[in-house]
């Protein structure tokens, strides 16, 4: 079986693919200090406007032309540039459609991006403190940059749909607050307890940022939303592409719409014979009430979820370590938080600094006002979002400097390769004897089949296609939003405030959620063939080392690595 290479020395590939990852530091300091790279007392974000949306293609196209001419050594260059053009043509194409311009989502687009970029500030010191100050006061000009984006493609017919305009409105009054519930920016502001002229300007800073995000939420409600259409399918040709950027390959859709059906109906075979054993006679929905209502599966509090997702986290890094994966010092630690208000229902991952003096970090993001949590459903998600899910894959790509070059260390994953191996992890831990509780097993089950339920609702509400006979749901309509939640409602047992989180980011960020289960399709038929290949030889350990060190990739590529293993 393959394993890790020996370091080696740098090709033409390999600084291609540096030059690139520190151009784009250069152009974009939101990704500057997202890896880490942010220059002591830099002071901007992006420009978010046209013109900065331009600079940042021309970067781009320069370096798809250098890597498609530089000379090749040996089968790791080609790997290494397959990886980097893949990622450029595909930037290079979303740039020429118009959609970058108009990018606006509930999840993952600027408006998100640049008040989630201060959870990853670091805060220890008056320096760290008059740094996000300096960054607070960039916030205004990268939101009205933003806007003139938006406006610049809605003016060439690009808009995102009503529902996107109106639901991102809402997260920008939550972001800039009100008299009685004060912002994100004075709220970070207050927590630095800060007197003297740091502490005014952090207010004062705070004060502005705060008000440039209440000035986006009134221009995407008096301006953006009167050109937004209504309709929320974006039709087969983006969302194409957009599946393409998920996947880091082209797929058949009409046969990834099919399949994930196949995979719904068996997992929720399986997910009522574990139900039955809970609450027998109740079904899935009874089963999940009984689990809810047990104290065994109940915490209190954000601080006590906070804690129990840190013990939880720290066991599996401690056990996994001794015995199936090879876990470096630094990539051990990894902190569980409790996320800012504004974003949607759910957790999420942030990688570490690549210096790892900001670790990987798991967030979970929380309802208003909620405080009782079911933690029958989130034993799954820990392993997901941690080890030996998204924290482990990424921290350790981040680790491999003597092996592999910036850009695949840092930037070249894909939601394929990292949601796949994330699905593909929840599945690993029960397969290593660690989801033994019919509870936590009936929630990774309901993890399993959400994402199975994400394939056929994507797809089917985007591409507007009909639910096929013996589905027992619908059957012969067309899929369409309404429909969709309807379906996550009564055929999983998911909490209902996060369905209806799911249908806004589905809708509003085409082909990213089946890049799961996707994704775990070719993690698992990789390994298969690898068993077969090595037959009894088969070492899983020295499977997962060997992949998890390769960094990131496009599905297309993690398929030709994995046969190589």
């Known amino acids: 079986m393959t394993q890790t290479p020996a370091a080696p020395v740098p090709s033409a590939i390999d600084t291609v693919s540096d030059t690139f990852v520190a151009d784009l530091c250069a152009a974009s300091p939101m990704t500057a200090i997202w890896l880490g790279r942010a220059e002591p007392g830099g002071q901007g974000l992006d420009d978010l406007s046209p013109d900065g949306l331009a600079a940042l293609d021309e970067i781009v196209r320069r370096s798809l032309d250098t890597a498609e ?13 397959d990886i980097l053009t893949e990622r450029l043509r595909l930037d290079r194409d979303k740039f020429d459609t118009g959609w970058i311009h108009a990018q606006l989502n509930v999840i993952d687009s600027p408006l998100q991006n640049v008040r989630m970029l201060f959870d990853l500030m670091p805060t220890a010191s008056d320096e760290d403190w008059q740094a996000i100050a300096d960054r607070m006061g960039a916030v205004p000009s990268a939101l009205a940059g933003y806007r003139q984006s938006l406006t610049y493609a809605a003016d ?13 409105a809402q997260q920008c009054a939550t972001y800039a607050g009100t008299a009685s519930s004060p912002g994100y920016f004075r709220t970070l502001a207050a927590s630095a307890e800060k007197t003297g002229t740091l502490g005014s300007v952090l207010a004062a800073r705070a004060a502005d940022a705060d008000r440039a995000y209440g000035e986006l939420g009134e221009y995407l409600t008096s301006e953006l939303g009167a050109r937004a259409p209504e309709k929320d399918a974006v039709g087969a040709e983006r969302y194409a592409l957009a599946s393409r ?5 082209a797929v058949d859709l009409a046969e990834t719409y ?7 109906l068996s997992i929720e075979a399986e997910l009522k014979a574990v139900a039955e054993r809970i609450a027998p006679g109740e079904g899935p929905a009874g089963a999940a009430a009984a ?28 056990e996994l370590g001794r015995t199936h994966f090879d876990i470096p010092e630094p990539v051990r630690v990894l902190e569980c938080r409790i996320a ?15 210096d790892f003096a900001r670790p990987g970090r798991m967030w979970f993001s929380v309802e208003p006002g909620r405080e009782d949590f079911p933690i029958w459903r989130e034993v799954s998600t820990v392993y997901h979002e941690g080890a030996p899910g998204h924290h482990l894959q990424v921290a350790t790509a981040t680790y491999q400097r003597e092996h592999l070059n910036d850009f695949r260390r840092l930037l070249a994953g894909t939601s394929g390769h990292a949601e796949g191996w994330a699905l593909y992890a929840e599945r690993l831990m029960r397969e290593l004897g660690y989801l033994g509780d019919d509870g936590a097993l009936l929630g990774m089950l309901d993890g399993q089949l959400f994402r199975a339920a994400r394939v056929v609702v994507d797809i089917g509400m985007h591409l507007e296609l009909a639910i096929p006979a013996e589905t027992g749901f619908h059957e012969g309509e067309t899929w369409s939003p309404e429909l969709g939640l309807e379906f996550l409602l009564t055929r999983t047992v998911s909490d209902p405030a996060h369905c209806r989180d799911e249908i806004d980011r589905y809708l509003g960020w085409p ?15 990789g390994r298969a063939a690898a068993e077969g290949r090595h037959g009894a030889g088969f070492d899983l350990k020295a499977f997962h080392t060997a992949a998890l060190a390769m960094g990131g990739m496009g599905l297309g590529t993690l398929e030709r690595q994995l046969a190589a293993l």
Request: include cysteine.
């Open 511 to 525: 082909g990213q959620a089946p890049a799961y289960k996707v994704g775990e399709r070719v993690w698992r038929e």
């Open 69 to 81: 001419r530089a000379a090749s050594t040996d089968a790791r260059d080609e790997i290494s540039r």
């Open 291 to 318: 689990l809810s209502a047990d104290a065994r599966y109940q915490v209190h509090g954000h601080d006590a979820l906070q804690a129990w997702m840190q013990q939880l986290s720290d066991q599996a890094i401690e």
């Open 245 to 249: 950027d998920f996947l880091g390959s």
């Open 156 to 168: 060439r017919g690009r808009v995102a749909a009503q529902r996107q305009v109106t639901k991102c």
């Open 258 to 264: 099919a399949w994930g059906w196949q995979e719904f």
């Open 340 to 354: 800012p208000p504004g974003g949607g229902v759910g957790a999420y991952y942030s990688g570490p600094s690549e």
